[in-house]
C-alpha cells in the first residue's frame, strides 16, 4: 500500500518525527547516471515553493533543515545498476516537545483521529506518516522518472495558478500576507502541463491516462480535487464547443481522449485545501472525548498548494514513466 | 489493465460490436444469493437514467437492446461458490451498416484516433471497447459489489446535481431539450454520497480513499474531473473556514481525513464532458490525414453524466468493498 | 487469485460441469493473427497425451467432448486488437447423475473436503474448479503465448520421461496397462526445455526465472515437484562437478544462473501425482463425518502426466513471454 | 519485483558489497511488539547454520560481522504503528581488495555473468545483489511473520535433512569435512513443516498454497527444486498407495490438495546446489570472452544448504501470513 506503480516502482516509508524518510526505487534501468542539479532543484523547491512565492511558501522547517540524501544500495559510482536504490533522508529538525501540547487531542483538520481510528495507535509526534514531510521521498524519486522522461522528450511542468480567488501573482502575495497576518491559511490551484508525450499513452478502460494521474495527484496530502483539460470548467459548454476538430489546432480535450494521450499536451489541475493547522483558536476533542480548546503554536504554510508544484510533477512523472515501460513490449 | 481491485477483483472484456461484452468478478466471497433485483435495477438505471431524467437519458440503443446477462460459471443454484464469477451480456444491437460513414475517418472527441494510434488496428464498429458500451458490464459487478457493502450498512447513491449551468430539475429538463433540438450536447455533474462508512477505510500515503476513488471515477467514459468534500470550490476559503471541529457537527472535509474515512457520509463530485457524438456538421480527417466534414446521425445521448449514476456507483462500491477487504486481517 | 501473470495476463474461470470454462487473455499485443492449427493441436494433446501414450491417455471426456473455442471479445478477422480476448469452451460432457454417490462424501486425494472447508459450498458435480477440466482454458491462452514466443525464436517442448520407475516407451505402455487392468492409477515425470531464450531474462531475487516456473507448474493439478537443471538428482554432487566452466560447454546449470536465464537451454522437470480417482474400493468420510466406503465408477485417467506435457508447456510459455514483457523497457 | 508478497509485502534493496542491505515490511498489523529474540536466533542461524552443523557451516564473514539491525520508521517505543517498517543492516566486512582478481571474469556457477548480460553493468565487488547477503533482509522480515504466525498457533521447523547421499548427521559432519578438505562444496536437502495450519488455506488455481510455497523458496540463492509430500519420491507410487484415506491418518498429500491445505502438517523440501565458489581451479573467460584460469581464496561455505534453514522458514512464513491476510475478509 506503500508502493506506487507497476514496473516503475516507488516504495515510500519514513515517519514525520522519526529517524528518517525515504524510499526504494525499483524497476530503474541500469546504466542512468542520477541528475543531482534536478534533484536538488526539485528538493528545494519542495521546501520553499517556486517564484516568485518562495518567501511566502517556505515552512520553517525546510529553511532549518536541508534535505541531504543518503543512498543505500543500487549505485556503483553514481550509475544505477538496474537493482533497487534505496534512500534515506534523516530527520534532524525533530522537537518532541513541540508536540506535547496537542499529542492526547485530535488537530482538525488533520489525520490524527483517522490513523488512530484505523491503527488503534498513532505517531504522536509531527503527524507521522500523515505529515507532508513524506512527500521528501516522493520528490527524490519522482525527479529521477522525471530526468528519464526527459531524455525521451517529455517535459513535466507545474505552477501554482490560483490562491484563493486569486490569480495574478502580486494580488495572490498581498493575499498570502494578509492571511498570515490573521493567523489562517488559504486555499490554492497547481496547473501541469506534460508536453512531448507521444500518441497512445494511457491504458484504455481502468488504467486510463487521466485515471492514473487523477490517483496519483491526489495521493499529495491536501488535494481535494483534480480535473483535466477542459474539467470542471466545462460543464456549461456544448459538445460542439469542446470536440476539438481534427488535425488538432485546439486542446480542449487537454491531451486525451479515451483515456489515451492524443499528442497534445496533458494538461490537468489540482486543487489543494488550506493548510489545517493554523494560529487561531480551534475547538477539538482529545483521546477521551473531552472537548478541548486548541491553539497551535510555531510557524506553519500558509498555503500548501505553494510547495506543492514540485511534489505534483514527481507524481506526475513516476505515472507517466510507468505507463510508458508498461506498454513497450 | 482491464482489471479494477486488488482483493475483489474485476475483469471487463468486450468491444462495443463484437459478439459480447462482460466481465469475471474474483475475490467474491462464497454464500451470497445475488440480489438480481438490484442488478436489474442498476442496469436499467445505466440504460435510461434516473427520474425525472428518464426520458431525457435513454439512448436509443438502450431502449431497443435489453440487457440480459447469462452467468457462466462461479454460481449453484444462485448462489456464489468463492469462485470466479463470470458473465456475458451479447450485443444484439450491432448494425454494422450504421458504421460505413465513419469506419475510415477519426470522430472529434471520440477515442477512434488515440486507439490508432496505440495498437495501429482499431474496431471500426461502435468505437470498440471505448464506447460507454463497456460499462454495462462494471453495472453487474459493481451492483454485487453494492449489495455485500449494503449487507454492511454501507449505502452508496449518486445523483445528477448539474447539466449546464442549471442545477433545477425542471430547468435541466428544457435544457436537455433545448441542446437536443439543437443537435447538440452538454455536461453534466454527478454527486456521490458513501453513507454508513466507519472510520479507518483507506490506506495512507497512496491507496488513500480519495486518490482510489478518483481512480475508479475517472476512468468513467467521458469522466473528466472528480473532487470530494469542498473540493475546488473551496479554493478561495480559509482553513478556520474549512477544518470540521470535532466532534463532527459539519463535514467540509468530505468524509476523509488523510486519505482514511472519518465516519462522517464521504462525498464526492464527478463532472462529465457533454457526449461527442453531435448530429451537427464537424470537421475532422481520415485513416490518411485528409479533411473531410462528418455529420453524425443516428439518437445520441444529449448529455452523458444523466447515465453515470449508477456507473459512479457501481465503481465507488468495488472501490470501498476492495478496501475493506484489503484492510481486514 | 484466477488471474496469472503481470503484463501477459491470464484470467481463468469455470467450472468443470458448470455451463463453460474459459478465460480472459489481457496485455497481448494487438496485431496478432491467431495460430489456429497450433491451438488445436496443443488442445489436442491435452485431451489425448502426446504419443506414443495417446491410446493410453485420453480419458473418456476428452474424446466424448471436443474442446470448442468460442471468442467473445478482442479480435476482428482472426486479429488481435490489442484488447483482452475472452473466450469460453462450453461444458456438453456433464451427466450430473455420474455424481449422484459422490455428491455428500470426500473423495480421497481430491480438492472436494478442501473446498468445502475453505468456502463453506462446493460445486458437487465433478470437481468444480479443482478439476483437471480447467486446464482447457491455461492451453488457450498458453498457445497464444507458444505461438508469439516462436516468432521470437523461443521454443518450449515438454514430454514424459517417467511413469512409475519406467522410462522406457515400451515398459511404460506395459505399466500403463497393468496399472489400468488393477483399477489403480500411477505417478509420471514431465521433462521441459526452453531453447532460443536469450540471457538476461528473469528478474533477481524474487522473481528469478526458476522461482517464477516454478510458480507456474505447480499450479497444474496434481504437479507435486518441481526442479531445474541437476535438481534434486544433483544432490550428491561437488561443486567441481556442477559448475559449468566458461564458456558454456555444459548445462548443469539449466540455464538459469542467479534466476536469470545464461543463454543456455532451460530444462526442468515437474513429478506429477497418480490419478486420485480409481476404481479400487476406498475408505472415507461423507459431509457429517460418517465413515463410507467408497468405488468410484467411470473411466479414470490412469496417469495424468500423460496429458499434462501441453499444460506445462502452456503455463512455461506465459510465464517467459510475461517476465520478457516486464523486461522490455 | 523486488517486492514479495500481496498484503504482507517485503520490498529487499541493498548490495553484499555497498553500504548496507535491508527491506520494508509493508502490511504488518499495527500494536504488536517485536520479538527480538525470535529476530537474533533466526539472523545467528543463517549466519552460522543449526545445531549440530554450526562449526561445519558458519562462513567467515558471518562470523566477523554481526548483522546489527537499524530500524528506520513504523516504530514506536518498539511497536509496530501499521506503517513502513524500514531497516538496514550495513556491510562492514566489505573489503574490496579481495575481489580484484575477480572483478574482471565470470566465476562459474555465480550470476556475474547473467547479470552483466541483463543490466550492461554489475556491482564488481562480492556479487552484488545475487550474493546470499541479501537473504539477511528476508530473515528479518520472515522473522516478523514467523512471531505473528506463532501466536496463532501456526509453527513452521526447517532443518537440513541430507548432506550429498548423507542423511545421518554424524556421517554428515565427516563429508562435510572432508569435502572442505579438498577445497569442493556438496549440496543439500532441506525439509520444511508447517503446523498448526488451519484447513482452508491458499487460493486455488494459480496461487496453491503450493505453488505459492515453492516460488517463495526457488527464490533463494542456490536452491534448485522444490516438492511437497510424496514428491520426486512418490512418482513409483500407486494411487492407491498415496491416496489418504479420510478422515486423515496418513499425510502422503504433504497437507495440501487442490492447493490448499486440509489441516494436516504441512511438508515440503528443497535442494540446494554446492556452493559455485569452490578453492579448486577453475576454468572460465573474462569480460572481453579471453579464457583465464581461476583459483578462488578465502574461506568459503561447504554447503549453502547448512545455512538454508533460516532462510526456507522466512520465505514460509511470509508466504503463509501473506495468505492468510489475502482469505480474511
Chains 1, 2, 3, 4 share one sequence.
Not at 9 to 26: K, L, N, Q
Not at 99 to 108: G, M
Not at 173 to 191: C, H, P, R, W
Request: glycine share 12%; with cysteine.
Amino acid at each position: 500500500m506503500n508502493t506506487f506503480g507497476q514496473i516503475f516502482r516507488f516504495t515510500s516509508f519514513g515517519e514525520s518525527h522519526g529517524v528518517a524518510v525515504g524510499g526504494v526505487i525499483d524497476g530503474c534501468p541500469a546504466g542512468i547516471r542520477i541528475d543531482t542539479g534536478l534533484l536538488a532543484a526539485n528538493l528545494r523547491r519542495r521546501a520553499c515553493g517556486d517564484e516568485p512565492y518562495t518567501a511566502c511558501g517556505a515552512s520553517a522547517r525546510a529553511l532549518r533543515e536541508p534535505d541531504r540524501i543518503e543512498w543505500l544500495s543500487g549505485l556503483q559510482n553514481g550509475i544505477t545498476l538496474g537493482t533497487p536504490l534505496a534512500f534515506l533522508i534523516r530527520n534532524t529538525d525533530t522537537c518532541s516537545a513541540d508536540y506535547d501540547a496537542v499529542r492526547h487531542l485530535y488537530r482538525p483538520g488533520h489525520a490524527d483521529y483517522t490513523y488512530q481510528q484505523k491503527y488503534g495507535i498513532r505517531a504522536v509526534d509531527g503527524g507521522g506518516r500523515a505529515s507532508a514531510r513524506e512527500t521528501v521521498a516522493r520528490v527524490v524519486a519522482g525527479s529521477l522518472a522525471q530526468q528519464i522522461l526527459l531524455r525521451r522528450g517529455i517535459h513535466i511542468a507545474a505552477c501554482v495558478t490560483q490562491v484563493g480567488a486569486e490569480t495574478e501573482p502580486e494580488r495572490i502575495i498581498a493575499l498570502l500576507k494578509q492571511v498570515a497576518a490573521e493567523g489562517d491559511s488559504i486555499g490554492g490551484i497547481v496547473q501541469c502541463e506534460v508536453t512531448g508525450l507521444p500518441a497512445g499513452v494511457g491504458e484504455p478502460i481502468f488504467d486510463k491516462l487521466s485515471a492514473r494521474l487523477a490517483y496519483a495527484v491526489l495521493s499529495i496530502n491536501g488535494c481535494k480535487g483534480f480535473d483535466y483539460g477542459s474539467g470542471f470548467l466545462g460543464v456549461a459548454q456544448r459538445g460542439s464547443e469542446l470536440n476539438d476538430a481534427m488535425p488538432f489546432q485546439t486542446n480542449r480535450a487537454g491531451g486525451i481522449l479515451g483515456g489515451i494521450s492524443n499528442g497534445q499536451p496533458v494538461t490537468f489541475r489540482a486543487v489543494f485545501k488550506p493548510t489545517p493547522s493554523i494560529s487561531r483558536e480551534q475547538t477539538t476533542v482529545d483521546d477521551n472525548g473531552n472537548p478541548v480548546t486548541l491553539r497551535l503554536h510555531g510557524r506553519h504554510d500558509t498555503c500548501i498548494a505553494l510547495r506543492a508544484p514540485a511534489v505534483v510533477e514527481s507524481m506526475t512523472a513516476m505515472t507517466i514513466l510507468d505507463l510508458l515501460f508498461q506498454m513497450s513490449r
